[in-house]
């Protein structure tokens, strides 16, 4: 297992690892270990089929139930396709792009569910030859750059993730869909069970501080996001066919840099892992 530091703030390109078919135990608590301390992870040339995909993410923990067709259809689901590639291979229409254009705004997944998600595990069939990287930045690393009174400031703060409020700026909301999310209210301060480091919460889903006026609440929120993702802190990941990437969603936030849909084909598939507030480390069972 050898491990490329990416950045200073976090990220890791892992080689030597066989995510697909993993039987030992030791192998998947060393992947744990790396995820609470780099939160980014790149394993490149992985062998990954959907089946192969949900079992390695059962090792990390409870899928996660794709929330669109959740919650528009109530039909469970733990993938979610990233690109217009169908399941069939045909292109999807405009419509869908647009929806997904709501992925090029800083968000972590899931932080409009009641347990939000631990992790998301994307792999690349098809990636386009221009454009469609994803930007990631680590909210730990801003916690740690304001100062302890901003800290301080911040550790009693509560903030409403709100899915509606994000995305129907960007295209409308199914209704059914929209009611399956109502507001969620979550902690601005998160602190890592594995290793004690603390990090603020927010993103495109988060509409407002509780006990602010409108206007201060946003003004924060803002300037939280805006000292997060200054450029020098960003890791611009670009993709290669057959790279699984893992990333922690407690304290990462990403963005889509976007791509010609009508031009390139995109087949990106995702999984996620529930949220674990005790930090368990799932092992393998014998």
């Known amino acids: 297992m050898q491990i490329e530091p990416l950045h200073k703030d976090f990220g890791a390109c892992i080689r030597g690892v066989t995510l697909s078919g993993m039987t030992d135990p030791e192998t998947l608590i060393l992947v744990r270990q790396a995820i609470d301390e780099y939160s980014l992870l790149c394993f490149p040339d992985q062998d990954m089929s959907d089946e192969k995909q949900l079992a390695f993410t059962k090792l990390l923990g409870t899928p996660e139930a794709e929330h669109v067709l959740y919650g528009s259809t109530g039909e469970v689901s733990y993938f979610g396709t990233v690109g217009n590639v169908k399941d069939d291979g045909s292109l999807q229409d405009q419509t869908n792009a647009r929806y997904q254009s709501g992925n090029q705004l800083w968000h972590s997944d899931s932080s409009f569910r009641e347990t939000p998600s631990f992790v998301s595990i994307l792999h690349a069939h098809e990636v386009p030859a221009v454009g469609g990287e994803t930007e990631f930045v680590s909210m730990r690393s801003g916690y740690q750059r304001l100062s302890q009174d901003e800290q301080q400031r911040l550790a009693s703060m509560h903030v409403i993730h709100d899915y509606v409020f994000s995305r129907s700026a960007v295209a409308p ?114």
């Open 173 to 286: 909301v199914n209704p059914n869909h929209a009611a399956s999310l109502p507001p969620v209210m979550h902690p601005m301060v998160r602190t890592n069970p594995g290793n004690g480091h603390n990090n603020y919460y927010i993103g495109s889903h988060a509409r407002s501080i509780v006990g602010m006026s409108g206007v201060e609440s946003r003004e924060l929120l803002d300037q939280l996001l805006q000292h997060t993702t200054e450029s020098a802190h960003i890791i611009r990941h670009a993709w290669a066919a057959g790279q699984t990437v893992i990333w922690d969603n407690r304290c990462l936030l990403h963005r889509g840099a976007g791509y010609d849909a009508a031009r390139w084909r995109r087949r990106m598939r995702q999984t996620r892992v529930v949220g674990n507030e005790k930090g368990v480390i799932h092992t393998i069972p014998v």
